[in-house]
């Protein structure tokens, strides 16, 4: 156990270092990670690591996804959803498809339902490795947006689709009507479980006080419920975690400032040491995959290829479906008499999406998670093909693509697209309902300015910035009265955010942000 506890630090330390080393280099830092660990993993001090490919799906993933569903700004997925859900489930199931059937040609004793295991396996791309390159280079909110939304998503389909190929594998069979059936169950009770179970946190927070080290503990515990209990009732996990999200997410304004700062700091850091994790043992595990390959006779190098090309096709059809999404949104304009002056995928887009196909430890997990034997009692076949296959196509899509993919952003010239409204005019908006709601306040409760200068000068500035672009810095004093305006400003943003969809939700996130550091500054104020 001490042995166990001193590594956990010494790969949390070697995490830190890559990463801070991997910023200097300006590349993604899962690409660093995963190398680091296919060069720890062949020293020999190091102990042989096997993955339990249960503690991602019940440790890893929900945290993961959760995070990533409640930082996306859920107006843009509606916004993009088409093309979001193309590539979600549409391109994953060609991609699937694709892989089985290359495989049951290439690959000597592989079925077309093995080949369906091994497409399920490796058709979802990882949303980490593409975040965390997007924002190392500047590039459209549509862009990141759609990349963001489909990894979330396309977890989901893959899994479905692995699950399915599993079953038709082990039982020899595939019922059409019943996959179709389950298919439907797996999509809407995963959605349905997540919003339910994350509309109970909601209910609980608003009905039970907390502090915010109890509202963010309970934040933790959210998306494993979601999970497990979606998974129980035989639906979608991801689908679970990913709903149930963007549910909450639409419910942040019943948190309070210290909820909000403190609550983002712990997930941040969290989420940053699950990440790291995950890909450095995708390269830790490197040598159990080459000893299953060479304990039952297999060429390594054989294997490589298939890998390869594996990995040349799937890179391919996700290109030439990115690229096809260019007619389609051509005709979507003109057959609804749309206005917009750019389409909603165009060149520049197309070449990101389909570029930005690098797998992630998910796969892995998947893979991992095939069983030795079948249900008969026989070995499961073709499982270390289908395993270093993964491996080898994870491995490439983040060499190539991860490495490859900042120097292109580079060349890539985006045009304008307008999406949101100006800047500055979105500012303005800002500023003015801030002011507008807070002069509401004082003028419903005018016992506050009664025989109180501070109260008067505060009124008057907010008087004048209705006047004014740039706001002034505002005395502290009756702290009260100050903390509920900071309150009815938060709940402005949010649900300005809600029913203004020009205004950039970054933006709004960042007055919100501002408006909880100066509730955290009052409040100490208030203690001292």
């Given amino acids: 156990m001490e042995a166990q506890v001193i590594f956990i630090i010494v790969m949390v330390f070697i995490i830190s270092i890559l990463t801070m080393l991997a910023n200097k280099m300006r590349i993604a830092y899962p ?3 995963v190398v680091a660990g296919l060069f720890i993993s062949f020293l020999p001090m190091i102990p042989r690591i096997s993955i339990d490919p249960g503690l991602i799906f019940y440790i890893f993933l929900p945290p993961l996804l959760f995070q990533s569903a409640v930082a996306l700004p859920l107006k ?6 088409r093309v979001i859900l193309s590539f979600a489930f549409l391109v994953v199931l060609l991609t699937a498809a694709g892989v089985g059937l290359l495989t049951s040609w290439m690959i000597p004793g592989m079925t077309f339902a093995l080949g369906m295991v091994l497409g399920g396996i490796v058709s979802s791309t990882d949303a980490v490795s593409a975040t965390t390159i997007m924002h190392q280079v500047k590039v459209p909110s549509r862009v990141s947006t759609i990349l963001e939304g489909e990894s979330m998503l396309n977890d989901a389909s893959s899994l479905i689709t692995f699950s399915f190929a599993l079953i038709a594998v082990q039982t020899g069979q595939f019922v059409w009507h019943q996959a179709i059936l389950s298919f439907c169950w797996m999509v809407a009770g995963g959605a349905i479980i997540g919003i339910l179970v994350g509309a109970a946190f909601v209910y609980m927070h608003k009905l039970l006080p907390m502090d915010s080290n109890v509202t963010i503990v309970f934040t933790m515990i959210a998306p494993y419920l979601m999970y497990i209990m979606a998974e129980a009732a035989g639906a979608s996990g991801v689908l679970g975690v990913v709903c149930g999200g963007f549910y909450m997410s639409q419910h942040l304004d019943a948190l309070d400032s210290s909820s909000h700062l403190l609550g983002s ?4 850091n969290t989420v940053f040491i699950l990440n790291g994790f995950a890909f450095l043992m995708i390269g830790l595990d490197l040598p159990e995959i080459v000893s299953g390959i060479e304990a039952d006779g297999i060429s390594v190098i054989r294997a ?3 890998g390869l090309a594996i990995t040349a096709l799937i890179m391919a059809l996700r290109m030439l479906n990115a690229y096809l999404a260019i007619p389609i949104s051509r005709i979507r304009r003109e057959k609804m008499h749309l206005e917009e ?3 909603i995928v165009d060149s520049p887009t197309s070449f990101v999406i389909g570029w930005c196909g690098m797998r992630g430890v998910l796969s892995l997990a998947a893979a991992l998670s095939i069983p030795l034997l079948t249900p008969s009692g026989e070995a499961f076949p073709q499982r270390s093909m289908i395993l270093y296959c ?3 196509v994870i491995l490439a899509t983040l060499l190539i693509q991860g490495l490859t993919l900042p120097l292109l952003l580079k060349h890539i010239h985006f045009p304008k697209y307008h999406d949101h409204i100006n800047e500055s005019e979105a500012r303005d908006i800002i500023l003015r309902g801030l ?7 004082i003028k419903k409760n005018p016992q506050v300015i009664e025989n109180d200068d501070v109260m008067k000068y505060i009124m008057k500035h907010f008087q004048s910035l209705l006047e004014r672009e740039k706001a002034q810095s505002l005395l502290y004093g009756a702290s009260t009265t100050y903390h509920h305006i900071l309150e009815k400003q938060r709940s402005y943003l949010f649900s300005l955010n809600k029913k203004h969809p020009g205004i950039d939700e970054e933006l709004i996130r960042h007055y919100i942000r501002r408006i909880d550091l100066e509730d955290e500054r009052l409040k100490s104020e208030r203690r001292n």
């Fill in 341 to 343: 002056k750019h389409l």
């Fill in 76 to 81: 843009d997925v509606l916004r993009w959803k």
């Fill in 390 to 392: 993964s491996f080898i």
């Fill in 304 to 306: 490589t290829f298939y």
């Fill in 435 to 441: 002011a507008e709601c807070s002069l509401e306040y």
């Fill in 265 to 268: 700091s712990v997930w941040d």
């Fill in 31 to 33: 690409v660093l990670l």
